[in-house]
Nanobody, 115 residues
Framework: QVQLVESGGGLVQPGGSLRLSCAASGITFSLYDVAWYRQAPGKQRELVAVIRSGGSTNYTDSVEGRFTISRDNAKNTMYVQMNSLKPEDTAKYYC?????????WGQGTQVTVSS
């Protein structure tokens, strides 16, 4: 059974930082491309950042230079370090893993950026 469990969300002031984690089980984690998505109320889910099995990364323009995605294959865990947070980063953040036609999602963790 595949499980993805996110943690690290919460309330933070503008300019602050958070680190989200996603622990995977039931898959050979190192083979998967892994990504973070987010969905704000009334908006479509959007890709935030991806790190592929080979280590290459991509970011959506709005987080480039502020967010850093990483993975630890030995721990079957992926991360996103989020710095200089803005109110528009407020959303529910989901981790996603994909290998060809196999795709799995976490349950999401809420990030709220507000003073």
């Amino acid at each position: 059974q595949v499980q993805l469990v996110e943690s690290g969300g919460g309330l933070v002031q503008p300019g602050g930082s958070l680190r989200l984690s996603c622990a995977a089980s039931g898959i050979t984690f190192s083979l998967y491309d892994v990504a973070w998505y987010r969905q704000a109320p009334g908006k479509q889910r959007e890709l935030v950042a991806v790190i592929r099995s080979g280590g290459s990364t991509n970011y959506t323009d709005s987080v480039e230079g502020r967010f850093t995605i990483s993975r630890d294959n030995a721990k079957n865990t992926m991360y996103v370090q989020m710095n200089s947070l803005k109110p528009e980063d407020t959303a529910k953040y989901y981790c996603n893993v994909r290998l060809n036609r196999l795709e799995y999602w976490g349950q999401g963790t809420q990030v709220t950026v507000s003073s």
